[in-house]
């Protein structure tokens, strides 16, 4: 298995525009969740889904976050409209089972400017 | 209070030496314990778990877990350079009715000296 897979690895954007994060995840996993890490805040979890399902989205900061998993292979998380303090590294990882290892994508670094 | 606390850091050792990693946790129903590793730049990967009080060991790592005190640490035997990283703990909580919560650290950046 490639393991879990998201793109892009890097984003350069301007503040107001739109900005979509896409995750693969392991397949036969049933668990995927989205991670921001800051050096300030460290790595916090946004959101989770089972299933396909939205568990708990408390981590989301704002509603001009949004993630959708339309299938067990593709998840997405946009941002509209990016502010600079969006500026963050975002992992995806999926799980098999809600209280297994995860394994976590390479991430995408965003830069709002 | 923080959910999950480490020293930042860095902790130095020398080559050789046990480098020891020290996490608490103010949630009580916390029922699983993780330690990740990650190298600059790149994504976390796990070490260990432990979910009963005592010790787990694996190679040269021992996971120590005392609920009762509300700590977790990881314990790294014969520290090599290639050990130099930043080690992430998180707390699992499975919540009533379903779910769960994860909750990480900030991380303590670990250098391992020549």
């Known amino acids: 298995d490639a393991g879990v897979i998201q793109s892009p690895r890097h984003e350069v954007t301007e503040m107001g525009q739109e900005v979509t994060l896409r995750c693969k995840p392991i397949s036969g996993h049933d668990y995927l969740f989205w991670y921001r890490q800051t050096m300030m805040r460290g790595l916090e979890l946004l959101i989770y889904f089972n299933n396909n399902v939205p568990i708990d989205d408390s981590g989301m900061p704002e509603d001009r976050f949004s993630a959708k998993m339309p299938n067990a292979s593709f998840s997405t998380l946009k941002i509209q409209p990016s502010e600079p303090r969006d500026s963050a590294v975002y992992f995806c990882?999926?799980?098999?089972?809600?209280?297994?290892?995860?394994?976590f994508g390479p991430g995408t670094r965003l830069t709002v400017t | 209070q923080k959910e999950v606390e480490q020293n930042s850091g860095p902790l130095s050792v020398p080559e050789g030496a046990i480098a020891s990693l020290n996490c608490t946790y103010s949630?009580?129903?916390?029922?699983?314990f993780f330690w990740y590793r990650q190298y600059s730049g790149k994504s976390p990967e796990l070490i260990m778990f432990?979910?009963?009080?005592g010790d787990k060991e694996d190679g040269r790592f021992t996971a120590q877990l005392n609920k009762a005190s509300q700590y977790v640490s990881l314990l790294i035997r014969d520290s090599q350079p290639s050990d130099s990283a930043t080690y992430l703990c998180?707390?699992?909580?499975?919540?009533?009715?379903?779910?769960?919560?994860?909750?990480f650290g900030t991380g303590t950046q670990l250098k391992v000296e020549l």
């Open positions: 998180a707390v699992n909580l499975i919540l009533t009715g379903g779910g769960n919560k994860l909750t």
């Open positions: 990882a999926s799980s098999f089972g809600v209280d297994y290892e995860q394994y």
């Open positions: 949630d009580r129903g916390s029922q699983s």
């Open positions: 432990i979910y009963s009080n």
